[in-house]
């Protein structure tokens, strides 16, 4: 669905997918050869988490900040850990990668 270059090293991109016949835009954030997926919905107020489609804002700490309210989340498991969400999470999409692109699971 989406070949791995077009995601840079530690970094994110969005996609438009179907997850159970619904239209869907996801977060995917790679590391290494490794790719992690998540619902592009905030746990919030469940808005976008990119300012601009496939654009994310990213804090000195590494963690993934939600473009509308500044919730951050950890890379590890999609947990919020500061902002108005905290101890919630983004709703993990299972991927794989193979032959150098990235699928749903
Ligand atoms: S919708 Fe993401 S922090 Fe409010």
Redesign the pocket.
Known sequence: MLALDHISEGGFAEIEVVLDGDAESLILYREGGAVRAWLNI?P????R?DWAPGEFLRSKDGLLV?A????SFELGGGECVA???RGEALRAVPVVVRDGAVFLA
Not at 44 to 47: I, K, L, M, N, Y
Not at 68 to 71: D, E, P, V
């Open positions: 905030c919030h107020a469940g808005r988490l939600c509308a309210h500044g919730a902002g108005p969400c």
